[in-house]
């Protein structure tokens, strides 16, 4: 029984640190102008996957700005945090395009960078893997393209984030950074042992 136990957990180990860190689901956009195709990244909204936006896992040593929500201002220097980067646009039309993008991810939001400033600043923190900036984990940094609009709005809830641009993305990007919360290694230990119960339970009840 040990055996099959250590083997049950050791599975548990490898699949459980892929799904707390990497998931997210975008709804259907609404386009309510213009007849192009909403894309991320130069991906067709629809088919956007993780590898298409995921930047990275790990920590600073340095505080990240953020602009939502304005009264945190900043993910403190040594929070462990998953980093997204779309950049939003339109393909296939010139009309004036408007859109509700709502975005889920597996983990709490813990803040947004949208101006043209954080988004710069954010981008150099990532790209370096030196000491400088990075103290723990890797990132791969994705360029933010073009200005976020001041008219769209973006809010939060909990682990869900809703975008709305009104009418002015025409030829143009919309670009923004998502910071989520990691589980701690506790969380995920515990999340290991469990699923190994689980199966061990399963297994004595067949019997």
């Known amino acids: 029984m040990k055996t099959h136990l250590?083997?049950?957990a050791a599975l548990a180990l490898a699949i459980l640190p892929g799904t707390a860190f990497s998931a997210f689901s975008?709804?259907?956009?609404?386009?309510?102008?213009?007849?192009?195709?909403?894309?991320?990244?130069?991906i067709a909204v629809d088919d956007v996957t993780k590898s298409?936006?995921?930047?990275?896992?790990?920590?600073?040593?340095?505080d990240m700005?953020?602009?939502?929500?304005?009264?945190?201002?900043?993910?403190?220097?040594?929070?462990?945090?998953?980093?997204?980067m779309f950049n939003v646009s339109q393909?296939?039309?010139?009309?004036q395009m408007s859109y509700t993008l709502t975005i889920t991810f597996d983990n709490p939001i813990i803040g947004i960078q949208t101006?043209?400033?954080f988004l710069s600043q954010g981008y150099t923190y990532l790209l370096d893997n030196s000491s400088?900036?990075?103290?723990?984990g890797s990132f791969d940094a994705i360029a933010p393209e073009g200005n976020y609009?001041?008219?769209?709005?973006?809010?939060?809830?909990?682990?869900?984030?809703?975008?709305?641009?009104?009418?002015?993305?025409?030829?143009?990007?919309?670009?923004?950074r998502v910071l989520t919360a990691v589980p701690e290694m506790t969380t995920i230990l515990s999340w290991a042992g469990l699923a190994g119960i689980g199966c061990v339970l399963y297994r004595r009840s067949r019997k």
């Open 115 to 117: 101006s043209s400033g």
């Open 149 to 176: 609009n001041g008219d769209d709005s973006i809010t939060i809830q909990g682990d869900t984030i809703t975008v709305v641009a009104k009418g002015r993305l025409t030829n143009g990007t919309d670009p923004f």
């Open 26 to 42: 975008i709804s259907p956009s609404v386009t309510t102008s213009g007849t192009g195709t909403l894309t991320i990244n130069s």
């Open 65 to 84: 700005p953020v602009d939502v929500p304005a009264l945190t201002g900043v993910v403190d220097a040594g929070t462990p945090f998953s980093s997204y």
């Open 6 to 8: 250590s083997w049950i």
């Open 91 to 95: 393909s296939g039309d010139t009309t």
């Open 52 to 62: 298409d936006v995921f930047e990275g896992t790990g920590a600073l040593n340095v």
């Open 132 to 136: 400088t900036y990075v103290t723990a």
